[in-house]
C-alpha cells in the first residue's frame, strides 16, 4: 500500500514537474548539421543562435526562458526534412532555424504548410528567397554576394576569366546561374565550370584542369571540409590564380589555412567596432565567452533568434499566442528590427537586406581576415 | 600535356587505392570477413599520424610508426573482439557486416569528438608541385606515394610467396578446413590476415593526410574504392584488386581529360557495373559454379 503511495506521489510529481517545465519554457527549433563533414557549421551557428537566447533570457523579454531544440541535419535535404517533421509535429515549435541551401528547400514545403517560420542564417541559393512567405532568410543571398564579388575583381582588379568549381548541389547550381548572367554584362566571362560531387574528395585532376584553362580567378563554391580540400590542393597543384568564395569562406577553417592566403570572400557588411548597443553587445559578450572575435554566420543566428524574441515580446505583450502565422503578421506589421548590424528591414519576400562586403584571407594563421571592399 | 598531368595524377591516386583495395582484399579473401571498418582503419591510422607528428610533435618516423601500429592494433583488436564472437555463435554474413558499418560510424564520431571534425592535413613541402616540363607538374609526394607502393608489393609478394604465415595466408583463403587438416588455427591465421590488411592503409592515409587532407568521413571514399577494386580484381585476388585500385585511380583522373569533373567519381562505378555484366569473375578472379 505504502509502495503504491509512494509511486503516485512521485508520478504526480513527475507531472508536475513536466508540466511546469512546459508551461515556463518557449521554444524554438533548430535544424542544424551536428555530425558528418560539415558539423564544423553547426557548432559556428550554435554558438550565436544561444548567445541569442542567453541575451534575451538575461533580458527578461518572455514570460519563460527561451529555449532552442537542436535537430541534426548532417545538412542533407533528406535528415533535414525528418528534422523538421519532429520539431513541427512532436515539438510544436512555432520558429526553426535553418542552414544550407538544400536543406532549407526541403524544408520549406513543411514549414509553409505547417505554418510555422522557418528562418536561414547559413543557405545563400537566390531561390530561398521563393520558398513562401513562412521563409524567412537574415543573410543576404548568393545573387547578392556574386555580383558584389565579381563586380569588385573585374573593375577594382581588372580580372575577366572566371573559372567555377561548384559543389554539385542547389547552392552550386545557383551560383553557376548567377556567374553566367553576371560576368558578361561586367564584360568578363565564365570560361569554364567544373561540377564536383558533395563527397568528393580528391581535386588534383580539377587544379590540372583550372590550370590548363588560365583563368584570372577561381571561383569556389562549396562548404565545410570539402572547400579546405578544393583550396590547399589547388595552390598544391601549381593552380596561381586569384581564389574567390561567398560567405562559406569565414569559417576558422579557411581563416588559418596558408594556402588560403589572399583568397576573397563575401559577406554580409558588419561593422564589429560598431556603438550601436546590440552590436556591441553580442561583440563584446562573444568575445568574453569564446576568445576570438565573431564572424557573420555568427551574427546572422544571433539576429534569427533575436527577430523571434522581439516579435513574441510584442506577441505576449498583445495577448497573442506565439504561432507561425502571428509571428509572420507580426514581422509584417515591423517597419525595422534592431539587430547586429544595426537597424534593417525585410524584403516582401521575406529576406533581410543588407550591405556585402568584400574581404580577404590574410593567411597569418591568426584568423583574421582583411577588409577590401564594402558594396550597396 | 594535360593528358599527361591526368595520368601522372591518376597514378599517385591509383598507387593508394590499390594499397588499401589490397588490404581489404587480403581481409576479405582470407576470412571471408566483409571488413567495412577497413575505411575507419584508415581514417584512425590518418588522424594518429597527424596527430603524433603536429600534435606531439614527433619525428616522422615515430609518427608513421604510431599510425602502423594503431592501425594493427584496431585491426587485431576488431577481428578478436568483434568478429571472432560473432563467428563463434554462426552469426550471418549480414551480421558481421552490419557490425562492422556500426564500427565505421562509431570512429567516425569518435574521431569527430577526439580531434575535431574539420578539415586537417600535415603541412608539409613535399605536397608542393613543381613544373617539371611546361604545363606538367609534380610534387614529390606523387613519386613517394608510387615507389611506397612499389616496394609494398614486393614485400607483400614476397611476404605471401615466400614465409610459412604468408603461404598458410593464401591456403586460408582456398580451404580453411584443408588448413585445419594441416593443423594449424584459422582463428590465429584471420588475426595475421587483419595486422597485415591493416598495414597496408598506412601508406595511403599517410599521404592522403600530407597531400588531400583528411576530415573524419575520410574512411567511407577508401572503403568504396576498396569494394569497387576488390570486385573488379576478382574477390581473393590480390594481384587483381592492386591492378583494379590502380586502374580506378588512373581512370577517375583521366575521365577528366574528355568529360566533365563531375564523371570522376561515376567512372569508378561505371568499371564496376560493367564488370559485374560482363566479367562477374573479375581481372584475376576464378569462374565458380554454384
Known amino acids: 500500500m505504502l509502495r503504491k503511495i509512494l509511486s503516485s506521489i512521485a508520478f504526480a510529481i513527475g507531472l508536475f514537474s513536466a508540466a511546469s517545465v512546459q508551461a515556463n519554457d518557449i521554444e524554438i527549433g533548430a535544424v542544424f548539421p551536428l555530425s558528418g563533414p560539415n558539423a564544423t557549421y553547426g557548432d559556428i551557428f550554435m554558438s550565436g543562435a544561444d548567445l541569442a537566447a542567453k541575451h534575451a533570457n538575461d533580458d527578461g523579454m518572455l514570460s519563460g526562458d527561451l529555449k532552442i531544440l537542436y535537430e541534426d541535419s548532417q545538412a542533407l535535404p533528406q535528415q533535414g526534412v525528418v528534422a523538421m517533421n519532429k520539431l513541427v509535429n512532436v515539438e510544436g515549435v512555432p520558429y526553426v532555424l535553418s542552414a544550407f541551401t538544400g536543406v532549407s528547400k526541403a524544408i520549406s514545403t513543411l514549414a509553409q504548410r505547417s505554418r510555422t517560420v522557418a528562418v536561414n542564417g547559413g543557405g545563400v541559393g537566390p531561390d530561398l528567397a521563393e520558398l513562401g512567405e513562412y521563409f524567412w532568410n537574415v543573410i543576404p543571398l548568393a545573387n547578392n554576394e556574386v555580383g558584389a564579388l565579381a563586380a569588385y575583381a573585374v573593375n577594382d582588379l581588372g580580372h575577366k576569366r572566371f573559372t567555377l568549381v561548384y559543389v554539385d548541389d542547389p547552392l552550386g547550381e545557383s551560383i553557376l546561374n548567377e556567374l553566367e548572367k553576371t560576368l558578361p554584362s561586367l564584360g568578363a566571362e565564365l570560361v569554364e565550370s567544373h561540377s564536383i560531387a558533395a563527397s568528393a574528395q580528391q581535386f588534383s585532376g580539377v587544379a590540372a584542369r583550372v590550370r590548363s584553362n588560365n583563368p584570372d580567378v577561381v571561383y569556389v563554391a562549396s562548404y565545410g571540409s570539402q572547400q579546405l580540400q578544393i583550396v590547399k590542393q589547388l595552390r598544391d597543384n601549381g593552380v596561381k590564380a586569384q581564389i574567390a568564395s561567398y560567405s562559406a569562406f569565414s569559417v576558422p577553417g579557411i581563416q588559418q589555412q596558408e594556402e588560403a592566403q589572399g583568397a576573397l570572400f563575401t559577406t554580409q557588411s558588419i561593422d564589429w567596432d560598431s556603438e550601436d548597443p546590440v552590436t556591441k553587445r553580442f561583440v563584446d559578450d562573444y568575445q568574453a565567452m569564446h576568445g576570438k572575435n565573431p564572424t557573420s554566420y555568427i551574427a546572422n543566428y544571433y539576429n534569427a533568434v533575436r527577430v523571434f524574441a522581439l516579435l513574441a515580446q510584442v506577441l505576449e505583450e498583445q495577448d497573442k499566442e506565439i504561432t507561425g502565422a502571428n509571428l509572420l503578421a507580426q514581422r509584417k506589421a515591423t517597419d525595422t528590427f534592431e539587430l547586429v548590424g544595426g537597424e534593417v528591414s525585410f524584403q516582401e519576400n521575406g529576406t533581410l537586406l543588407a550591405p556585402i562586403q568584400v574581404l580577404e584571407v590574410d593567411g597569418s594563421g591568426s584568423g583574421k581576415t582583411v577588409f577590401v571592399k564594402a558594396t550597396e | ?290
Open chain 2, 1 to 290: 600535356m594535360l593528358f599527361l598531368q591526368l595520368l601522372a595524377n591518376g597514378l599517385q591516386v591509383g598507387a593508394i587505392y590499390a594499397l588499401t583495395a589490397a588490404g581489404f582484399s587480403l581481409i576479405f579473401g582470407s576470412t571471408k570477413i566483409f571488413h567495412f571498418a577497413h575505411g575507419a582503419t584508415f581514417a584512425i591510422a590518418a588522424y594518429l599520424f597527424h596527430f603524433a607528428l603536429a600534435g606531439m610533435g614527433l619525428h616522422w618516423t615515430f609518427a608513421v610508426a604510431v599510425a602502423a601500429i594503431s592501425a594493427v592494433v584496431f585491426g587485431v583488436l576488431l577481428d578478436r573482439f568483434m568478429y571472432a564472437p560473432i563467428q563463434r555463435h554462426e552469426g550471418s554474413f549480414f551480421t558481421v557486416f552490419v557490425a562492422s558499418f556500426g564500427i565505421g560510424i562509431v570512429v567516425q564520431n569518435l574521431l569527430g569528438s577526439l580531434f575535431g571534425r574539420g578539415f586537417m592535413s600535415v603541412a608539409t613541402p613535399l605536397s608542393n608541385s613543381v613544373e617539371v616540363m611546361p604545363g606538367l607538374y609534380l610534387s614529390p609526394l606523387n613519386g613517394l606515394a608510387i615507389v611506397c607502393a612499389i616496394i609494398c608489393f614486393a614485400a607483400l609478394h614476397f611476404f605471401l610467396t615466400r614465409t610459412f604465415v604468408g603461404k598458410a595466408l593464401r591456403a586460408l583463403s582456398e580451404n580453411p578446413e584443408l588448413v585445419r587438416m594441416f593443423g594449424l588455427s584459422p582463428r590465429r591465421l584471420s588475426t595475421y590476415a587483419f595486422a597485415l590488411g591493416s598495414l597496408l592503409v598506412v601508406p595511403g592515409a599517410i599521404f592522403t593526410a600530407a597531400g588531400t587532407g583528411i576530415n573524419p568521413a575520410v574512411g567511407h571514399h577508401v572503403m568504396l574504392i576498396s569494394l569497387a577494386a576488390t570486385i573488379v580484381g576478382g574477390i581473393g585476388s590480390l594481384r587483381g584488386a592492386a591492378c583494379a585500385g590502380l586502374m580506378i585511380g588512373v581512370a577517375e583522373n583521366l575521365a577528366m581529360w574528355k568529360l566533365g569533373t563531375q564523371w570522376s567519381e561515376a567512372i569508378t562505378f561505371a568499371i564496376l557495373f560493367f564488370f559485374i555484366i560482363f566479367k562477374p569473375s573479375g581481372f584475376f578472379g576464378r569462374a565458380t559454379v554454384s
